[in-house]
Each structure stands twice: as structure tokens, then as C-alpha cells.
Nanobody, 114 residues
Framework: QVQLVESGGGLVQAGGSLRLSCAAS????????MGWYRQAPGKQRELVAA??????TNYADSVKGRFTISRDTKNTVYLQMNSLKPEDTAVYYC?????????WGQGTQVTVAS
């Protein structure tokens, strides 16, 4: 089992920055990749960014050049969000993938005011 705890969400003005953190615990040795998803009201959950154990990254087109995913240890992943826009407003979820399972955090709200 893997447990994920997110932090760092909040309210920010358009153009501002936030940094989300996700700490994993449990059987972290089994994790192959971690990422961030978001879900806005009335919309489907979508991938924001992901990073593999080898450091390969993948970003949604809407955040390329503004968001950066990083992983400083085996069990912590960050999402640096710059130049935030009102359309970035959503609940952001941390995600961890193993060979057989997908785990989710509880989510953290990010609200960008115009």
C-alpha cells in the first residue's frame, strides 16, 4: 500500500505562483512513477504532469512552460506552478503508480483569482 499526502494549495492571484508537495509513504519502493492530476468543477480529471523513477517528465499542453514537476527523493514529488491562470483553478491530486496499482491522494484545492 502507498499513502499520499498533498500540501501547498490555496488562493492566489492570476500571474502568481504556488508549489504543491506530495509525500508518499508505505511501500514506496514499488512506485514506478508519480504525477499530478486536476479536476475542475464539471470537468473530468486530467493529467497535469508526471515523472518516472528515471526522471522522464510529461506535461499537459496547457501547462507546458509554466509548471515544473520534480522529485527530490524517492518519496516526495513537487509541482511548481508559475504564471497561474484562472483556468488552472481545480482540485489537484497526487498520483503514484506501481506495476499493479494506482494510488491517489486526497486532493488540494488551487484557486486562481482573476
Amino acid at each position: 500500500q502507498v499513502q499520499l499526502v498533498e500540501s501547498g494549495g490555496g488562493l492566489v492571484q492570476a500571474g502568481g505562483s504556488l508549489r504543491l508537495s506530495c509525500a508518499a509513504s508505505g511501500t514506496i519502493f514499488s512506485i514506478n512513477a508519480m504525477g499530478w492530476y486536476r479536476q475542475a468543477p464539471g470537468k473530468q480529471r486530467e493529467l497535469v504532469a508526471a515523472i518516472t523513477n528515471g526522471g522522464s517528465t510529461n506535461y499537459a499542453d496547457s501547462v507546458k512552460g509554466r509548471f515544473t514537476i520534480s522529485r527530490d527523493t524517492k518519496n516526495t514529488v513537487y509541482l511548481q506552478m508559475n504564471s497561474l491562470k484562472p483556468e488552472d483553478t481545480a482540485v489537484y491530486y497526487c498520483n503514484a503508480r506501481t506495476q499493479f496499482f494506482v494510488y491517489w491522494g486526497q486532493g488540494t484545492q488551487v484557486t486562481v483569482a482573476s
